[in-house]
Nanobody, 114 residues
Framework: QVQLVESGGGVVRPGGSLTLSCEFF????????MTWYRQYSTSRPMVARI??????SYADAVKGRFTLSRDNAKSTTYLQMDNLKPEDSGLYFC?????????WGQGTQIIVSS
């Protein structure tokens, strides 16, 4: 059984920062790549992903502003979001795919507004 729990969302002004966390409850966290997605009305595109080896990759829209890291001792990934823009607002989800099964957290909401 796998469970993902996101936290860290909130309201921030444009240009501000937030850090989202995703805690993984299950086994062998260090062996899994982890991904963050953002929910739109009809799609859920990838925001950032980190491999089991700790190598991150980013959507073009967030490159240079977001940093994804992982702490295997805490079974947690951290999405540091800097220079936030109003268009970053939305519901962010953490995901892990294990043996072709996707597991999702409940999501955490970000509002970027002046």
């Amino acid at each position: 059984q796998v469970q993902l729990v996101e936290s860290g969302g909130g309201v921030v002004r444009p240009g501000g920062s937030l850090t989202l966390s995703c805690e993984f409850f299950g086994t062998r966290f260090s062996e899994h790549g982890m991904t963050w997605y953002r929910q739109y009305s009809t799609s859920r595109p990838m925001v950032a992903r980190i491999s089991a080896a700790g190598n991150p990759s980013y959507a073009d829209a967030v490159k240079g502003r977001f940093t994804l890291s992982r702490d295997n001792a805490k079974s947690t990934t951290y999405l540091q979001m800097d220079n936030l823009k109003p268009e970053d607002s939305g519901l962010y989800f953490c995901n892990v795919r294990l043996t072709e099964t996707d597991y999702w957290g409940q999501g955490t909401q970000i509002i970027v507004s002046s």
